[in-house]
């Protein structure tokens, strides 16, 4: 029993990490936090308080992604997941297409590599973000 909580120790403290750094993050943009959804200890999606901005903050190993995403200008929000021939999903994104000129951004919910080889909780996240973004 004692692995487990080892492991689960070890996983709280790099979510919570991850909400400060992503915390840090909006703070810089003047904005707060209203509502979050990590995965993996290293990604975390988030709407600020006054719903104006998505924030979407990723730390792999040494590289960082972080995102801000103006609301007012999303045009269009949808999933984009890639499978094989046995249906086996390989990369989940969830792609903004924006205003005004169709740019499209894409966060990188899954990909299969030698860590990640099973997709878990991203499919749920991805769903309800895509779902809460074109309301």
């Not at 750094?21 to 904005?31: E, P, S, V």
């Not at 005004?100 to 099973?118: G, H, R, S, W, Y």
């Amino acid at each position: 029993m004692l692995p487990i909580l080892i492991i689960n120790r070890n996983g709280n403290k790099k979510t919570k990490k991850l909400i400060t750094q992503l915390n840090l993050y909006a703070n810089k943009q003047n904005k707060d936090i209203l509502e979050f959804d990590t995965w993996t200890n290293n990604s975390i999606i988030a709407m600020s308080s006054d719903k104006e901005n998505i924030f979407f903050y990723r730390k792999k190993n040494s590289n960082v992604t972080a995102i801000d995403i103006p609301v007012k200008l999303v045009k269009n929000c949808f999933l984009n997941d890639s499978k094989n021939g046995d249906k086996t999903i390989h990369t989940l994104e969830l792609v903004f297409e924006m205003h005004p000129n169709n740019e499209t951004i894409n966060l990188e919910f899954f990909k299969i590599d030698d860590q990640n080889f099973v997709i878990g909780e991203e499919m749920r996240i991805a769903k309800k973000w895509a779902t809460k973004l074109n309301y």
